[in-house]
């Protein structure tokens, strides 16, 4: 299973929150990194895998386009979510996948090609359509994607933990590539992801609190 690096970028900083309260995220000063600075902040803690969220371009209010390539450059696969609007509104460079989240792609996700669809889910549904994760799932199996993340954007930065019932109804909704991302807190919970069989984990704060050793997001797997 691979083990992704999340972080999140406003005002050209690493910023950390929990919740989805964005209003409320500020430079991640704290863990495995001195700088929140983002290109050192990769190269500090070297990750296999990475992914990252450009919440100034995914609320409208910038991009870090330039930035985000040169944090590519740095490990072997980024997945990025700038807030894709349109099949044609995404970021070329080596390295790079780009996710389409639910958030920001419109009503119709069948019309996109390639790379992988974020299904943001708050509250137990996802946003913004108040549609049932399992239901959107079902949808994608004919959608042109190569894979899915479920995003808990309630759970992130919470360690709030992992609902095994809750993600064997997602894996058994959807047979191709599956991420699961919030709420991480443990080896453990890594190691139920992985048992339930997802292809890929992504975490920040339990990795930044040492509950998830950092040679794991170095070798890019667990489990």
């Given amino acids: 299973m691979e083990l992704v690096l999340a ?31 983002p290109l050192g902040y990769v190269k500090a803690i070297a990750p296999v895998y990475l992914y990252i969220a450009d919440l100034d371009r995914i609320e409208g209010t910038g991009s870090h386009d330039e930035m985000i390539r040169a944090c590519a450059d740095q490990v072997k696969c980024c997945y990025v ?4 609007r349109s099949p044609t509104d995404r970021l070329v460079g ?20 390639g790379g992988l669809l974020s299904i943001d889910v708050k509250d137990g549904r996802v946003i913004p359509s108040g549609a049932d ?44 590539r599956l991420f699961y991302g919030g709420g991480v807190a443990t080896t453990q919970d890594l190691e139920t992801i992985s048992r339930a069989g997802f292809d890929g984990a992504i975490i920040s704060t339990a990795l930044h609190r040492g509950a998830v050793p950092v040679e794991w997001i170095r070798r890019g797997n667990c489990c």
């Fill in 7 to 37: 972080m999140d970028l406003r005002g050209n900083m690493v910023v950390h929150g929990k919740s989805g309260l964005r209003a409320t995220y500020k430079p991640l000063d704290w863990g495995l990194s001195l700088t929140a600075e």
């Fill in 81 to 84: 979510d700038r807030g894709c």
């Fill in 94 to 113: 080596d390295h790079l996948v780009n996710i389409v989240g639910t958030e920001t792609g419109g009503s119709d996700l069948s019309r996109y090609h």
């Fill in 133 to 176: 994760p399992v239901a959107v799932l079902q949808s994608a199996q004919d959608w042109a994607f190569d894979g899915i993340i479920i995003l808990n954007i309630g759970a992130v930065g919470t360690g709030s933990g992992i609902d095994r019932e809750q993600l064997d109804s997602w894996r058994n909704a959807y047979d191709k």
